[in-house]
């Protein structure tokens, strides 16, 4: 096992997902939605790393969050036009935007994937992920719900966990986001250059 803080998770996530082929923004939010599922206990490394293998799919779990997410606080938008996305890989890496939409929309959400059902109150907090951590595909839909129960706050996990083979797959990826050292770039003052007296 790997262990690592939460701002190096953060960061390694965010140049992972640009090094797997998003733009800035959409790395930005993978890495907000892999810490936010760290935080709730699962390996939020692995099912990022899950989700960035089908990143030019239909199915992309990253790309269907940031739709929920946009929309959140449009009645013509996914969520209260109950909006079923079908075959999205990775569906727990949806979970961490409806917990966001949850909160911008000040209202309790139920996150459904196939038969499952998550809820997520008006502050965020969820009850339960239950199962769903392992489904790798299944049909998504995040619908207002008619309740307004309070789940208690959890407490986050305070370090973050992965298994060595998740860490070395995203940092190959985030390797391809490093611009590789020429000897004109040297000259011109990247790195020590030509010669390093120190």
């Known amino acids: 096992m790997i262990e690592l803080s939460y701002s190096e998770a953060t960061a390694l996530a965010t140049k992972a997902a640009r090094g797997a082929g998003h733009h800035w923004g959409e790395a930005e939010e993978a890495a907000i939605a892999t810490s936010w599922l760290c935080a709730a206990g699962c390996d939020g490394l692995k099912h ?3 989700a960035l ?3 030019d799919t239909p199915g992309c779990p ?3 969050g940031i739709q929920v997410l946009d929309f959140a606080r449009i009645k013509t938008g996914a969520i209260d036009q109950n909006t079923v996305f079908l075959a999205i890989k990775e569906p727990i890496f949806v979970l961490p935007f409806a917990v966001q939409a ?3 929309r000040q209202q309790n959400l139920t996150f459904h994937v196939d038969h499952h059902a998550i809820s997520i109150d008006a502050h965020g907090h969820v009850n339960g992920i ?3 951590q392992d489904i790798a595909q299944a049909s998504v839909k995040v619908i207002p719900a008619h309740t307004e129960t309070i789940y208690p706050k959890t407490h986050p996990n ?3 966990f992965t298994q060595v083979d998740t860490f070395d797959a995203l940092t190959s990826l985030a390797h391809m986001t490093y611009v590789p050292a020429t000897e004109a770039s040297r000259a ?3 790195g020590a250059g030509t010669s390093d007296n120190d």
């Open 48 to 50: 990022l790393h899950r």
């Open 53 to 55: 293998t089908h990143i």
């Open 62 to 64: 990253l790309k269907v």
């Open 102 to 104: 949850a909160k911008i």
């Open 130 to 132: 239950g199962s769903v």
């Open 158 to 160: 305070p370090r973050v």
């Open 188 to 190: 011109a003052g990247a």
